[in-house]
């Protein structure tokens, strides 16, 4: 028995399950000495016996947000659409190369604490990965055959979303060099 002003939880764990099926497309064309490669995934993820709800209050307190209470679900948690491409053209003594890769939106949680009026776990962070296309260029310039110039740019269009979960928000990088062979 509980005395006035304790709160019992018990926590067990679930028969969660996850199922994820997808289908991936890639070609690479040469045309002469000209690459171009593309792919793109389609992929779903479905969670079967799924709880938000990994306590079991009392259920005088909250009778319907207990580990019994699930459900099939399909996730948020990876994208459900991405993929990439590249073209390299080599021009005598340049060279130019593009490529990119995009996805479109998903979700990720961090921590979870217990929420004190429903007995359910809140998300305290949650992250709203935002979908996004990126885009890289690089040219470079063959003085000699030891000798080359090049300009680099990663993510020239911008994009300032995180990647995943927690990390730094990426920026727009460009280099610029001489790469000198002896």
């Known amino acids: 028995l509980s005395q006035q002003g304790e709160w019992n939880v018990v926590f067990e764990n679930v028969d969660l399950q996850s199922k994820q099926s997808g289908a ?10 000209v690459a171009l490669k593309s ?10 016996n799924y709880t938000p709800y990994n306590a079991d209050p009392h259920p005088i307190f909250a009778p319907v947000f ?40 998903y979700e990720l949680s961090g921590l979870n604490s217990l929420h004190l009026v429903n007995g359910g776990l809140k998300p305290v962070d949650i992250e709203n990965i935002r979908g996004k ?31 995943a979960y927690g990390t730094d928000r990426i920026g727009t990088m460009l280099f610029a060099g001489i790469h000198i062979e002896f």
């Open 24 to 33: 991936t497309v890639a070609a690479t064309v040469m045309i002469g000495r």
């Open 133 to 163: 296309v990126l885009l890289n260029a690089n040219v470079s310039y063959n003085f000699s055959a030891g000798v080359k110039a090049y300009l680099n740019g990663r993510n020239i269009t911008g994009a300032n979303s995180r990647e």
């Open 39 to 48: 792919s793109v995934t389609y992929q779903k993820t479905t969670l079967k």
């Open 66 to 105: 207990n580990s019994n209470n699930v459900s099939n679900v399909e996730s948020e948690f990876a994208p459900n659409i991405f993929g990439g491409f590249s073209a390299n053209v080599p021009l005598k003594k340049w060279n130019v190369n593009v490529s990119g890769y995009g996805y479109n939106k």
